[in-house]
């Protein structure tokens, strides 16, 4: 049950469109079902003879009856309380008694308080009601609803196990402000998919992502399009920012602004400088492994990998600080990810990292945690530009979103452990489109390795079976049964081929990272494989004719391998290929 509380200031508006066939004729039977003093209270919807006008008024009457400088602009308290999807349907006798809970819980109307505030609640759905009051006590006095959202999500949900409802995660106060339903109004009448507030919430944090200063933010907001506005002291310093988008303006034709504060609590210009000034992210030059026909995309996705599967580390750690930083900076990577992404993945990712957006804060603060690995790659993405999402980009795509499940997966974990519900919900569904985007990139450099393991003669494939009982005897059988066992197979192949030993390899790649989250098996290491072994991405169709000698120098590391990687073992010389004896 999700109740949104907001304010405004026209009474008769607000009544219109409650009781009127709603934007898209969805509004069915609009009535009271509850009210301050129900005989009071016409009803437009039920009752032939009442009007919205008298309705208005009797609402307004304890806010007119006060001088005019002691009228509140905004004096229309307004708060849709909704029911989840799949919730069975309140009757109008149970809504009334949630309505009356809610203003009880709220302030607007408290038990027993006859000096309260006017109040209804409407219905014209099965699945919610409209609350709406005015702001003024029959004294006079304002009500006292401080924190009147929080106090009505704690009401809504001992409500909804009472009435045995879907019970929702509470809110910490950390979640950024939602769209008013003043804006998602606005957004639908302009033929917006989202509201202003939103987008620039996903430009900023765009913008963010892997800046090395406050000079490259705001840049990159100009760059992204934004009017944006600083607030400079007499001294020259900025002491915070707002931003617009083109176009959105209001009544007297002037910019909606919104400063950073009010896209998210992150967003501030404080808090933005507390994330530049806790370390430059790294520069660091991108490995051609190689083959300088390896294209910047992938040499970045390919570096962000080890940045990536430290983030998850540290995320099974004690260390909250530290973790807490880690979650920022996997926010920044996701998003540098999402920007980049060719079409046929760029929808998930947008959802994945707007999700994981709200796993990013907490009340655990990270001042003096290092996580500048993590920012630098998603820098060096940035920087790098777009992908194709085919060849090598295809497959370094697939292998850091092999990667990015398991850092989401980590971070859901490490937030349930702590009690943080919503932060480990949105954790959970960024895993889910993460999962997606990554069936999707990994399809055709999956085939093609699957495609070459099978092709391999039985001798050999019998051999790495054996390698693997030695690396994982418990999982072994099970993983031979996966789709990607062949895969796996020929990754092997392809680094005994390169100079490896692949009992030695397999092994360091089973102890690197857990795997017990991972949804395939296979699949992380296949990637694990071919990033720690230096492979391409990638490999050729079989029968396709290739470069043997690009083909040998696209496999051998041109520089050693990052430092949070194992040691790779080289055999001296590469053991005959056929049956262990």
Not at 452 to 470: C, D, F, I, S
Not at 526 to 551: E, F, K, Q
């Amino acid at each position: 049950m999700v109740p949104d509380i907001s304010t405004g200031s026209r009474t008769y508006g607000l009544l219109n469109y409650l009781y009127g066939p709603g934007r898209r004729e969805e509004h069915a039977d609009p009535h009271l079902v509850a009210a301050w003093m129900p005989e009071l209270a016409p009803d437009p919807g039920r009752d032939p003879s009442a009007t919205l006008k008298q309705l208005t008024e009797r609402l307004d009457l304890p806010v007119l009856a006060l001088p005019k400088d002691r009228r509140p602009a905004r004096h229309v308290w307004h708060c849709p309380v909704r029911t989840a999807p799949g919730d069975r349907h309140l009757t109008d006798a149970e809504w009334a008694e949630v309505a009356r809970r809610i203003v009880h819980a709220t302030g607007i109307a408290e038990y027993g308080d006859d000096k309260a505030c006017r109040w209804i609640a409407v219905r014209h759905a099965d699945d919610h009601i409209h609350l709406v009051a005015t702001l003024k006590r029959e004294d006079g006095r304002s009500p006292r609803r401080h924190e009147d959202g929080i106090r009505a999500q704690a009401e809504c949900r001992k409500i909804e196990k009472e009435f045995g409802l879907q019970i929702l995660n509470g809110g910490d106060r950390t979640a950024a402000q939602r769209p008013t339903s003043a804006e998602r109004s606005k957004a639908e009448r302009t033929g917006r998919t989202e509201t202003p507030r939103e987008t620039l919430r996903e430009s900023v944090r765009h913008a963010l992502a892997g800046a090395a200063s406050e000079e490259e933010f705001f840049h990159r907001l100009a760059e992204a399009g934004l009017r944006v506005e600083q607030r400079i002291a007499p001294s020259g310093d900025t002491l915070g920012y707002k931003v617009a988008l083109p176009g959105d303006r209001n009544r007297d034709g002037e910019p909606i602004w919104f400063s950073g504060s009010k896209l998210a609590p992150d967003l501030s210009l404080p808090r933005i400088r507390q994330r530049l000034d806790a370390g430059r992210p790294d520069e660091e030059p991108l490995t051609d492994y190689g083959d300088e026909r390896v294209p910047l995309p992938a040499r970045a996705r390919r570096q962000a990998v080890p940045a990536a599967e430290r983030a998850a580390s540290i995320l099974l750690e004690d260390d909250d600080e530290d973790s807490a930083a880690q979650l920022v900076g996997a926010g920044e990577l996701l998003d540098a990810i999402a920007q980049t992404a060719p079409a046929s993945t760029r929808k998930e990712l947008v959802e994945a990292a707007r999700d994981f957006e709200r796993a990013t804060r907490s009340h655990i603060r990270a001042e003096r945690a290092d996580n500048r690995a993590v920012r630098a790659a998603a820098r060096g993405i940035i920087r790098a530009g777009n992908t194709l999402g085919k060849g090598e980009d295809g497959g370094t795509t697939a292998m850091v979103l092999s990667t990015m499940v398991l850092v989401t997966i980590a971070a859901a974990r490490w937030h349930s452990a702590r009690g943080h519900a919503q932060q480990a919900a949105a954790a959970q569904r960024a895993a889910q489109h993460l999962r997606s985007a990554y069936r999707s990139a990994a399809t055709a450099p999956m085939n093609t390795m699957r495609e070459h393991g099978r092709r391999l003669p039985e001798p050999v494939r019998e051999r790495y079976a054996g390698t693997l009982e030695t690396a994982m005897p418990d999982q072994a059988s099970a993983i031979r049964h996966e789709p990607g066992w062949d895969a796996l197979a020929a990754t092997l192949d392809q680094a005994e081929r390169a100079g490896h030993d692949p009992d030695a390899l397999l092994q360091q790649a089973v102890e690197w990272r857990e795997l017990e989250t991972a949804d395939s098996v296979t699949d992380v290491l296949v990637w694990r494989l071919r990033r720690i072994a230096n492979l391409p991405a990638t490999m050729a169709p079989p029968g396709a004719r290739t470069d043997t000698r690009s083909a040998q120098s696209r496999s051998r590391p041109s520089s050693p391998p990052a430092p949070e990687a194992p040691a790779v073992t080289h055999r001296a010389d590469p053991q005959p290929r056929g049956p262990r004896r």
